[in-house]
């Protein structure tokens, strides 16, 4: 029981240990409290002799340790160690100190460990819940957006007017960004095609294919970051009710920016 005492304090201090891997290193005080502690007790209490104590006492302490079951907090767990510490732990050792004081002390780290145990679970549990946010976000954006784009035949047209410097029905910043995407040479090599009529010739369709998926990406990335970005903003806000150092989204004509607002500007009718 000494043992045990110091290795449990030896983990409650060290928390960086080498052999935190281990089973033996984890520490559980539900598992100990409802499997182990009973087992301990009982073998103290036939060490020193049974009595009618232990039949009023330590027999229904026994069979609450055993229904110790896991929950949201670690409160019963508390509450159990520490009537253990005042109640059991003296009279179960047959008031001998070498075997009260240590398994006292074994008792009082497992108090403490209930407090880090529920430290580190609400810390899993923000991050678990982070997770899961993104997940819904991701599932929602997958199942609500509308992923359709042009068919390949617009989408090649749209690059071959784009190269000709004619008005297209896909979006000129999009086939730009496509095309900046392939390496200098195919991009240098697809524009002489198409400028010198060669645009039904074998390389220039083979180029032709490559940014049209290329173009097909970042149109799919435009739907799915306009996605986010509606998904991100809230409700409409009044001037008169934004918030000190909060975020908001701002409209100015058809540019659209993130701002953090501080204070109005004194004695005049602006914001900053």
Not at 144 to 168: C, N
Not at 172 to 198: F, H, Y
Request: proline share 3%.
């Amino acid at each position: 029981i000494r043992q045990l005492a110091k290795h449990w304090h030896n983990m409650l201090y060290q928390f960086s240990g080498n052999f935190a891997h281990q089973r033996q290193e984890q520490l559980d005080p539900f598992e100990t409290l409802r499997f182990h502690m009973p087992v301990v007790l009982l073998t103290l209490s036939s060490l020193r002799g049974r009595n009618r104590w232990d039949a009023h006492v330590l027999g229904p302490m026994i069979r609450r340790l055993q229904e110790l079951k896991p929950s949201y907090n670690v409160e019963v767990a508390r509450l159990l160690t520490r009537e253990l510490i005042e109640k059991i732990a003296v009279p179960v050792s047959g008031g001998i100190a070498s075997i009260s004081d240590p398994l006292k002390s074994w008792l009082e780290a497992i108090y403490n460990s209930c407090g880090v145990i529920e430290e580190e679970a609400q810390k899993v549990y923000e991050i678990v819940t982070s997770v899961e946010i993104g997940i819904r976000l991701g599932h929602d954006v997958i199942t609500q957006v509308s992923w359709q784009i042009p068919s390949d035949r617009e989408l090649k047209r749209a690059i071959l007017d784009h190269i000709k410097g004619k008005s297209t029905s896909v979006d000129e910043r999009r086939i730009a960004s496509a095309m900046l995407l392939t390496t200098p040479r195919d991009k240098r090599t697809l524009i002489e095609l198409v400028k010198n009529g060669l645009e039904s010739s074998e390389p220039a369709q083979l180029l032709l294919g490559r940014t049209k998926t290329l173009l097909q990406r970042e149109l799919r990335r435009e739907i799915l970051n306009n996605a986010i970005r509606g998904l991100s903003k809230g409700d409409s806000v009044e001037i008169k009710d934004l918030q000190h150092d909060e975020w908001y989204w701002v409209t100015n004509g058809e540019r659209e920016d993130v701002y953090r607002y501080d204070a109005k500007v004194t004695g005049k009718d602006q914001y900053r």
